[in-house]
């Protein structure tokens, strides 16, 4: 099993140039996450999908659309890149429990974004 | 959403047992706490969760008082490998809230 893969792995933006980064996991899991991680912090929620079908705003949805496109597929969409979008971006899935909350989470390798 | 606490940064020698504890005072009723670890480049990987008591897997342990309100990770004789960010997250829902986390430089 490969786990959760993302692509590309780094790419260079100009200022209002739009791009997708792409998640795929193999694991059936229903949920899936995009975060930020800015140099030296903690991860930041993006947006997440509970479930196929279903997607929500996390802490720091701005500037950002995902799509749910099935279930093992969450891409992450930047329609016009800033330069505050600089980042490395993370995608994870997890399975839930019967009474719908999340279990431990799985995280691919990452995105590196310069936005110039 | 439980707001925690930990030290931003611990050094330790190898062999040595490391415990980190992490504070998360208005933690839910419903609410598990979990523990990541983070390389440098690479995405957080889960390490052990647990609700209370002590929970004991093959790499770590998980010290939970009865009152909740901290949790502790506890790594048994560190190698130089287990250099890394820990990040506690106690919750239950969807939107875990990733802290600052706390480094662990492990030395020679």
């Known amino acids: 099993n490969a786990g959760v893969t993302q692509t590309p792995k780094f790419q260079v933006l100009k200022t209002g140039q739009s791009m997708t980064l792409q998640c795929a996991q193999d694991m059936n899991h229903n949920s899936m996450y995009w975060y930020r991680q800015d140099p030296g912090m903690g991860l930041r929620l993006i947006y997440y999908s509970a479930s196929e079908g279903t997607t929500d705003k996390g802490e720091v949805p701005n500037g950002y659309n995902v799509s749910r496109l099935n279930k093992r597929e969450f891409s992450l969409r930047l329609e016009s890149a800033a330069p505050s979008q600089t980042s490395v971006y993370f995608c994870?899935?997890?399975?839930?429990?019967?009474?719908?909350?999340?279990?431990?989470?799985?995280f691919g390798p990452g995105t590196r974004l310069t936005v110039t | 959403l439980a707001k925690t606490t930990q030290p931003i940064s611990m050094d330790s020698y190898e062999g040595q047992e490391v415990n980190i504890t992490c504070s998360h005072n208005?933690?839910?009723?419903?609410?598990?706490i979990t523990w990541y670890q983070q390389f440098p480049s690479q995405g957080p990987r889960f390490i052990i969760q647990?609700?209370?008591t002590k929970v004991t897997n093959e790499v770590a342990s998980l010290f939970i008082p009865a009152d909740r309100k901290s949790s502790t990770l506890s790594l048994p004789r560190v190698s130089l490998s287990d250099t890394a960010v820990y990040y506690c997250l106690p919750g239950g829902g969807f939107k875990t809230i990733f802290g600052a986390g706390t480094r662990l430089f492990v030395k020679a």
């Open positions: 208005n933690i839910a009723t419903n609410d598990y």
């Open positions: 994870a899935s997890s399975e839930r429990l019967a009474g719908g909350s999340p279990l431990e989470q799985y």
């Open positions: 647990g609700y209370k």
